[in-house]
């Protein structure tokens, strides 16, 4: 079966309370929200606050940014959301990307491999202490001494870890020991620090799926940039397809678009199963509506 994300923001309490009722009572398995500090939303005082207002919606960041967040305060956020939601608690990082985040903190953003080494560490010492171990560590990617998570305790006896990204190194490493591989399709960080360059090739998406695939068996997700329901696929991807030098045909093909009719959503969907082993996709807030009326069926696919 597939499964479904919402990732949002809350814009006010009334609003983000009902988005999550509204996402629970439509079948969506989890609510997202981002971490960017000083850009958005701190992601779990938002999903502590639906997690109150809920009782099957698991909860998660999608993603934390393993360079600016250090393991014991990650740990400790994640196990009080655990508690506060009865075991709904679910832990997502990444590398980063984000400049004015390594500014913020007075740091100078490292080079790509200095940000996956970093998030490697992060993620390993964070699932150590949610796990109860004590951690001491002294690398120049990551500098801990005997930090243990003493209180609180989280609910789950493992609290499931989902890594984002495109990284070929972080894809192999996360294919081995995360739970969740978030297929983001990112390419190279546009000038802004927040846009990207897509990977939306289908040879590109085979070659992330095989690194992926690799050291294990992680359920595979991707970050659905677009979700809708329309007559006119072509019409609708035309300008898109334009823009990344792609045809239409192939365009209707990656995971990180869910544009059609409801059939051919569905068809996409299980095409995605057969081609990739794709089994979840993360989707924005606006999917909440056009997916919706959907997820009985994609849940059966």
Known sequence: MADFALQAQPTDAADWLDLARRA??????????????????????????????????????????????????????????????????????????????????????????????????????????????????????????????????????????????ANSRLLRWAGEHADIVGLTGFGRTKADGHQHEARWRLADIDAQVALARSGGDATLEALVQIVEVTDDAEASLADHAERLSMSVDELRQVPFLLVGTAEEIVAAVRGHRARWGITRYAVRRAGLDALGPLLPRLAEV
Do not use: K
Request: proline residues 6%; aromatic residues 2%.
């Open 24 to 165: 629970e009572a439509a079948g969506f398995d989890t609510l997202l929200a981002a971490d960017h500090p000083g850009s958005c939303a701190a992601p779990f005082v938002a999903l502590a606050a639906a997690a109150a207002v809920t009782t099957t919606l698991r909860l998660g960041s999608y993603v934390s940014n393993a360079a600016v967040r250090e393991p014991i305060l990650l740990a400790t956020d994640v196990a009080t959301l655990d508690v506060v939601s009865g075991g709904r608690a679910l832990l997502g990082l990444g590398a980063g990307h984000t400049p004015a985040e390594w500014d913020a903190i007075g740091q100078v953003r490292p080079g790509v491999r200095g940000r996956v080494d970093r998030c490697v560490a992060v993620a390993e010492a964070t699932t150590r202490l949610l796990a109860g171990e004590r951690v001491t560590m002294a690398t120049p990617e990551l500098t801990m001494l005997n930090a243990l998570l003493e209180q609180p305790r989280p609910v789950q006896e493992r609290v499931p870890l989902l890594i984002g990204t």
